[in-house]
């Protein structure tokens, strides 16, 4: 069964069932301009745990390893305007979407 927990300004996880054996969270970003369209650029959470990032490629990017906890998620787009950053929350384990509005 799958949860969506929106948070602002278009960031969203979905929460798929985790293991039973304890494991960092697989952060899976996807980034959609307002018409639809992929938009490439970096990604970063920064957290207690440190700063985790990748870098779209056709709007999309994964991040393994991440640690659960509260992060600050920020956008850098290759060109235009970043959103404001937000705050998200990534589970202990599992795999996470993070869908990405750009402007």
């Known amino acids: 069964m799958q949860k969506l927990l ?7 996880f979905v929460l798929a ?3 039973l054996v304890h494991a960092d ?13 992929p938009v490439d650029g970096r990604v970063v959470l920064q957290g207690p745990a440190g ?5 779209t490629r056709q709007g999309e990017c994964r991040i ?14 290759r060109e235009g305007e970043a959103p404001a950053p937000t705050r998200v929350v990534v589970p202990p384990e599992g795999r996470v979407v993070l869908n990405v509005a750009a402007r």
Do not use: N
């Open 25 to 37: 969270a697989l952060v899976v970003v996807q980034v959609r301009a307002p018409d639809g369209r």
């Open 51 to 55: 700063e985790h990032a990748c870098t």
């Open 6 to 12: 929106p948070a602002a300004l278009a960031f969203a």
């Open 17 to 19: 069932p985790a293991g």
């Open 64 to 77: 393994e390893g991440v640690p659960g906890g509260r992060y600050t998620a920020r956008f850098e787009p």
